[in-house]
C-alpha cells in the first residue's frame, strides 16, 4: 500500500528504472587512450610488435609439434592483431577527438587575443596620428632654430642700418650736469 502511494506522488521523484551500467569518468579514460594513442604512434612500438610477430612465427615454425600453440596459418595470431586494431582504431581516434577539442579551444583563445591585440593597435595608431597632429601645431627645434637665426639676421641688420645713420648724421646731445638720484627734483618753474 505504502508501495502505491509512493508511485502516485507527484512531489518525489520516480526511482530510476532499467539496468545500472558502471560509471567512469570520462576525462580519466580519455588521458588513458591518449596514452595508449602516443604509445602506439611511437618507432618503439612498431620495433617490439615486429619482434613479437618474428618470435610467434620462429615458435611455431621452429619450436617441437607439441610446443606449437599456433600451427602454420597462424589463425591465433590474426585474432591477436584483429582484436589489437579494432581496439586501436575508436582508442585512437579518441585521442583525435580530444586533441581537436584542445586545438578548437586555443583557436578560440589565439582568435580571442588577436582580435585585443588588433583592438590595441588600432588604439595605439590613433593616438600616434593625434600625436602627430597635435605635433604638426608646435613648434620644433628645426623650426625654432630657423625663427631665431631670422631674428638675428633682423637684428644685425637693423644695427647696421643704425651704425650707417648714426655715421651719416652725427647727433650731438646736450651735457647736462649729473643729478644725485636722492636729491629732490627742482622744478625749473619756481621762480620766487
Do not use: C
Amino acid at each position: 500500500m505504502a508501495e502505491q502511494r509512493r508511485v502516485g506522488r507527484l512531489d518525489q521523484p520516480r526511482e530510476p528504472r532499467g539496468v545500472k551500467l558502471p560509471r567512469f569518468d570520462p576525462e580519466a579514460f580519455g588521458r588513458w587512450s591518449e596514452g595508449i594513442a602516443r604509445g602506439m604512434g611511437t618507432a618503439n612500438f612498431i620495433v617490439y610488435m615486429t619482434v613479437v610477430i618474428a618470435v610467434w612465427f620462429l615458435w611455431n615454425t621452429l619450436a617441437p609439434a607439441d610446443l606449437r600453440f599456433d600451427p602454420y596459418t597462424f589463425t591465433f595470431l590474426t585474432l591477436v592483431l584483429s582484436l589489437q586494431a579494432s581496439y586501436a582504431a575508436p582508442l585512437i581516434l579518441l585521442a583525435q577527438n580530444r586533441q581537436t577539442d584542445r586545438d578548437r579551444v586555443a583557436l578560440e583563445e589565439d582568435r580571442r587575443r588577436a582580435t585585443m591585440q588588433k583592438a590595441d593597435t588600432e588604439y595605439l595608431a590613433r593616438e600616434v596620428a593625434a600625436l602627430r597632429i597635435a605635433l604638426g601645431e608646435v613648434a620644433t627645434r628645426d623650426f625654432l632654430r630657423s625663427e631665431l637665426a631670422r631674428l638675428a639676421e633682423e637684428l644685425d641688420e637693423a644695427n647696421q642700418r643704425r651704425q650707417r645713420l648714426e655715421r651719416r648724421q652725427p647727433t650731438r646731445v646736450p651735457h647736462r650736469p649729473a643729478q644725485d638720484p636722492l636729491a629732490e627734483p627742482q622744478d625749473d618753474l619756481d621762480t620766487d
